[in-house]
């Protein structure tokens, strides 16, 4: 990593003029954010653009658009606003912890407190939260939303903080209340709850890295509107279940190449066990569906060299480059962003095939 970079990596960010989502390389420093456009798998430079950090605020988790819960906004001291959403849980939370830091790094005791947040939601492997919404939509043993008031006004089909916390110990999703609240924290973040009214909303937008999720008996909840949205019989013939039922192992952002054009696109890519595929995602459609994939079962995968452009492999790319090749003789040429996180994926998906 270059001299006085603090992070860098693919995020996807929301444009200013016409609002379509473009995956951007982001380089961040201590006082800059710095933002480049990326054609045939390289970095162009100079900068597309860059967010200067001083003054700026941030907002953590920001639940501005209801298609996309990974995102990150800030809003500078010229009060500009800038949306970028991470591949991941892990990932937005990384950025947000730097992000926050070099816009405090003058103020040594918020960076002490961010040190004490880093890493407060970790969700335990076992649990599935899809199982955990279903459960909480039974009619016999779930949560039932009625109507709410808060200061004065009525909300229907919401239910308390505290009832939920207290679901979830009785259900044994968690053995603790603090558990309880940090497990809510992450389905509300993952866009299968929403707040609803003033106090539950506040909580939301105070931008701490804490948890925000509030055990209360005036804060109301309710069901993300997403996760009752039926696929249509198009959608549901064309993806299959069964290959999008195992458990997410990793994902990140990974450049491909196209099998037809031979152009190189960013992708969000998805590993998932039990059973083994690999699916990818376009970043700047909102819908959260696969727009490829392929079992891992009988598949090869390995690291090719950075001298020269190997065979198959077109464009100017930057290198750090793995090859998969399935059982049916497809092959797939994918770059990562580092030679660190090449070898990552290439262990992670050996142990799959």
Same mark, same amino acid.
């Given at each position: 990593?270059?001299? @006085?970079? &603090?992070?860098?990596?693919?995020?996807? *960010?929301?444009?200013?003029?016409?609002?379509?989502?473009?995956? !951007?390389?982001?380089?961040?420093?201590?006082?800059?954010?710095?933002?480049?456009?990326?054609?045939?798998?390289?970095?162009?430079?100079?900068?597309?653009?860059?967010?200067?950090?001083?003054?700026?605020?941030?907002?953590?988790?920001?639940?501005?658009?209801?298609?996309?819960?990974?995102?990150?906004?800030?809003?500078?001291?010229?009060?500009?606003?800038?949306?970028?959403?991470?591949?991941? !849980?892990?990932?937005?939370?990384?950025? =947000?912890?730097?992000?926050?830091?070099?816009?405090?790094?003058?103020?040594?005791?918020?960076?002490?407190?961010?040190?004490?947040?880093?890493?407060?939601? *970790?969700?335990?492997?076992?649990?599935?939260?899809?199982?955990?919404?279903?459960?909480?939509?039974?009619?016999?043993?779930?949560?039932?939303?009625?109507?709410?008031?808060?200061?004065?006004?009525?909300? *229907?089909?919401?239910?308390?903080?505290?009832?939920?916390?207290?679901?979830?110990?009785? #259900?044994?999703?968690?053995?603790?209340?603090?558990?309880?609240?940090?497990? =809510?924290?992450?389905?509300?973040?993952?866009?299968?709850?929403?707040?609803?009214?003033?106090? #539950?909303?506040?909580?939301?937008?105070?931008?701490?890295?804490?948890?925000?999720?509030?055990?209360?008996?005036?804060?109301?909840?309710?069901?993300?509107?997403?996760?009752?949205?039926? $696929?249509? $019989?198009?959608?549901?013939?064309?993806?299959?279940?069964?290959?999008?039922?195992? &458990?997410?192992?990793?994902?990140?952002?990974?450049? *491909?190449?196209?099998?037809? %054009?031979?152009?190189?696109?960013?992708? %969000?890519?998805?590993?998932? !066990?039990?059973?083994?595929?690999?699916?990818?995602?376009?970043?700047?459609?909102?819908?959260? !569906? $696969?727009?490829? @994939?392929?079992?891992?079962? @009988?598949?090869?995968?390995?690291?090719?060299?950075?001298?020269?452009? $190997?065979?198959?492999?077109?464009?100017?790319?930057?290198?750090?480059?793995?090859?998969?090749?399935?059982?049916?003789?497809?092959?797939?040429?994918?770059?990562?962003?580092?030679?660190?996180?090449? =070898?990552?994926?290439?262990?992670?998906?050996?142990?799959?095939?």
């Amino acid at each position: 990593m270059e001299d @006085g970079v &603090l992070k860098e990596g693919f995020l996807v *960010k929301r444009g200013h003029i016409v609002h379509n989502w473009k995956v !951007r390389w982001f380089i961040l420093r201590q006082n800059t954010l710095l933002y480049y456009k990326l054609e045939g798998g390289r970095r162009v430079a100079p900068p597309k653009g860059r967010i200067l950090l001083d003054g700026c605020t941030i907002t953590c988790p920001c639940l501005d658009y209801e298609n996309r819960p990974l995102l990150i906004k800030l809003k500078t001291r010229t009060s500009t606003e800038y949306f970028l959403e991470a591949c991941s !849980r892990e990932e937005r939370d990384a950025w =947000a912890f730097e992000i926050t830091g070099a816009i405090h790094a003058g103020q040594p005791g918020k960076v002490q407190q961010l040190h004490i947040l880093k890493n407060s939601f *970790k969700l335990p492997p076992h649990i599935s939260l899809h199982r955990i919404v279903d459960k909480m939509h039974d009619s016999s043993s779930g949560i039932r939303p009625s109507p709410n008031m808060e200061q004065g006004s009525t909300y *229907k089909k919401t239910f308390l903080g505290s009832s939920l916390v207290d679901w979830l110990i009785s #259900s044994s999703f968690a053995a603790s209340r603090l558990e309880a609240v940090t497990l =809510a924290s992450v389905l509300m973040e993952e866009n299968f709850l929403r707040p609803v009214g003033v106090r #539950s909303m506040g909580a939301i937008r105070s931008g701490d890295l804490s948890e925000q999720f509030l055990d209360d008996s005036t804060a109301l909840y309710t069901f993300a509107e997403s996760y009752r949205k039926k $696929p249509s $019989p198009k959608e549901e013939i064309s993806l299959s279940t069964v290959e999008l039922s195992g &458990l997410v192992v990793k994902q990140g952002f990974l450049s *491909k190449q196209g099998h037809k %054009r031979k152009n190189w696109k960013v992708r %969000r890519f998805v590993l998932r !066990r039990d059973p083994a595929f690999l699916h990818y995602y376009d970043p700047a459609k909102e819908e959260n !569906r $696969p727009v490829g @994939g392929f079992s891992l079962r @009988g598949s090869l995968v390995s690291a090719l060299e950075d001298n020269g452009v $190997p065979t198959g492999v077109k464009g100017n790319v930057q290198g750090n480059l793995f090859k998969v090749i399935t059982k049916d003789d497809i092959r797939y040429y994918i770059q990562a962003s580092s030679k660190a996180e090449r =070898a990552e994926w290439i262990e992670a998906i050996k142990k799959l095939t």
